[in-house]
């Protein structure tokens, strides 16, 4: 097998960084040395068939983003991203890893939708990938279904408190999928809102002729998440399956989140760089119908009520677990503009996939988090959160080669014609500009991006049977 040879950059981990030079053999890690070091021969520069220079920057795991939806069928549309074209975007930004959501439709086995996830990313994926399942119907077939998808490596379950009539559960159901969940030790991930309650707000809004963007945000307040995180967080105290709370977006729910963890609950928060750049007032409150560009669930939150900043303090502290992006594009042409005139019906999501690495890293530079920090929660933590490490998620002998060398002093501009790899006709962070750079990227040892040039395939990104979580006491 050929080897490569990074040499002259610090090694972050979410435990420290030094400098050390990194050995590849063909798709993993052979070696992690000292500089200069002869353990593993005279002069490894001289022997390896092909030599990186990372002199100035930072060699890190390629990144894990745990919530993506290529492709996902949602509010008439389906999102604009194929397996394709996502995980191309994906490697541009240095996430060599996604888990997508495989989703089951009332009637329909979850064995069957699986198949059909995997039938849509066989062959196409730029990066690796691995699946969520959405319980969509929750009865005695599912739940036994459940422990199929175990043995194929799918280990995480997800189910909506929201969205009723589409993916909704109510308490019963989500008691049954949740001491299923706790028998297998697997992770029960929750969309954690009041729908019930959200939709009575959105009939009234929509009577009283509120009906632009703005109104999404409005009318589903942060009592509404608080008050679901709390209900899902008491239900798996009682089951023993262990909960994560995706896309948090409200600093009262993470105080919920907090509160259970510091009494050893097997609790965990996963947040998104959109609830911690963007906002209610500056985004979905935009002139005319520019504010669907942020359309997304949970909503984006007030400024003025602190939330942004507690996320990122949530972050410090290790209440937050993970950042991922639910990465969920949908173009404003034929697919946002469904909800001219109606914001219930504009299709909720963002798409973030590519930025996710740089945004957070803007957070290190802005002395919010630590450098160790960034490469935790984007890298190490989601691989153990969704056993994927040590695979994935740290530079380690025997870990894949997914490795990505950013330049701290290099310079990234956001937004279409910049930096837009993404099937979007517009860019949730237009304007945006990060004090770094992806410089290269490698996924199991092979070159995907250099020096602005994307050299990958689709089909070289392979599925990866998962095992249980890593993060559980």
């Not at 030094?18 to 001289?46: C, F, K, M, N, R």
């Not at 589903?220 to 998440?225: A, C, D, G, I, T």
């Not at 450098?371 to 994927?388: D, H, I, N, Q, S």
Request: aromatic residues 8%; contains cysteine.
């Amino acid at each position: 097998m050929s080897t490569t040879f990074i040499h002259g950059g610090i090694v972050v981990s979410a435990n420290g960084s030094q400098p050390l030079d990194v050995l590849i053999d063909g798709e993993t890690i052979a070696a992690v040395v000292q500089p200069g070091s002869t353990a593993l021969g005279s002069d490894l520069a001289a022997t390896a068939a092909t030599v990186i220079d990372a002199t100035g920057k930072y060699v890190i795991p390629g990144g894990v983003d745990g919530h993506t939806h290529m492709q996902l069928p949602f509010g008439g549309t389906e999102a604009s991203d194929t397996f394709e074209t996502g995980t191309r975007a994906a490697a541009w930004g240095g996430t060599t890893t996604i888990v997508d959501f495989a989703v089951q439709k009332p009637g329909e086995r979850v064995q069957d939708s699986l198949a059909l996830w995997h039938d849509k990313a066989a062959g196409k994926c730029a990066v690796d990938y691995g699946f969520h399942q959405i319980i969509g119907n929750v009865d005695a077939e599912s739940l036994k279904g459940m422990s199929e998808l175990v043995s194929e490596g799918v280990t995480s379950f997800k189910l909506f408190m929201a969205y009723p009539g589409v993916f909704y559960s109510d308490d019963g159901q989500i008691l049954r999928a949740m001491q299923t969940a706790g028998d297998l030790g697997a992770v029960l991930m929750m969309h954690a809102e009041n729908g019930i309650a959200i939709d009575v707000l959105v009939e009234q809004a929509l009577a009283r002729g509120e009906k632009s963007p703005y109104y999404h945000g409005v009318t589903r307040p942060w009592q509404m998440e608080e008050e679901a995180t709390h209900r899902a967080i008491m239900l798996a105290q009682l089951t023993g399956a262990p909960l994560y709370v995706v896309h948090v977006s409200a600093k009262q729910a993470l105080e919920q989140i907090a509160e259970a963890r510091g009494k050893g609950q097997n609790v965990f928060g996963e947040t998104c760089p959109q609830y911690l750049y963007l906002s209610l007032e500056e985004n979905l409150g935009a002139p005319g119908f520019e504010g669907a560009k942020w359309v997304c669930s949970t909503p984006l939150r007030a400024r003025a009520e602190g939330h942004q900043d507690e996320l990122w303090r949530y972050i410090r502290t290790g209440d937050v677990t993970t950042v991922a992006t639910d990465h969920c594009p949908f173009c404003m042409k034929d697919q946002k503009e469904l909800g001219l005139g109606d914001f219930s019906k504009i299709p909720n999501g963002i798409g973030g996939v590519e930025h996710r690495m740089d945004l957070m890293f803007q957070g290190v530079k802005d002395g919010r988090i630590s450098l160790e920090k960034w490469v935790e929660v984007c890298c190490t933590a989601p691989a153990r959160m969704f056993g994927l490490y040590p695979r994935k998620g740290v530079i380690s002998p025997g870990a894949d080669a997914d490795v990505v060398i950013y330049d701290p002093n290099g310079h990234t501009s956001i937004g279409l014609g910049k930096t837009h790899h993404m099937n979007m006709d517009h860019s949730a962070y237009e304007g945006f500009e990060i004090d770094g750079h992806v410089d290269t990227v490698l996924s199991r040892g092979r070159v995907l991006v250099d020096a602005g040039q994307y050299l990958g395939s689709a089909g070289h990104g392979r599925f990866v049977k998962r095992g249980l979580s890593q993060n559980l006491i």
